[in-house]
């Protein structure tokens, strides 16, 4: 079963409660040619690579797209202090990654300076 972040303030208390223990992450597939996240959407989520390869690209003024990288099993994708994603990344063949929440990683990375410092 999996666990949702509710943002509400009702509920912030067990939310947050939610978070501690990261119960909010999903496991998700995805096709070959699907888009994970589009550069300029909201970044409420972050994901972790963990099969297959993604390709990350920025979408230039005149239209045309540059590849930017690739992500390989165990990189952090979409992980931004900018609300918004910067880049797009895009699967190159099946792709499983784990999503995170946004808003309950960084309730729950508060506590732990040193989790950022490793995953750099």
């Known amino acids: ?4 972040c509710v943002d509400s303030v009702s509920a ?3 939310t947050r409660q939610n978070c501690e223990n ?11 040619r ?3 996240f589009g550069q300029e959407e909201l970044a409420t989520s972050f994901y972790n690579l963990l099969e ?9 003024p005149d239209g045309r797209r540059q590849i930017v990288g690739f992500a ?9 202090v900018s609300p918004r994603h910067s880049i797009s990344a895009d699967a ?3 792709v499983t990654v784990c999503r995170f929440s946004r808003t309950c990683f960084t309730n729950f990375a508060d ?3 040193h989790l950022l410092r490793r995953m750099n």
């Open 34 to 36: 699907e888009t994970m």
């Open 12 to 14: 912030r208390r067990s």
């Open 52 to 60: 297959g390869v993604m390709r990350l690209n920025k979408l230039l």
């Open 72 to 80: 390989l099993p165990g990189d952090f994708v979409g992980l931004s």
């Open 111 to 113: 506590d732990k300076p």
């Open 92 to 94: 190159i063949g099946p």
């Open 22 to 32: 990261l119960s909010t992450l999903v496991i998700m597939p995805i096709l070959r």
């Open 1 to 4: 079963m999996i666990a949702r």
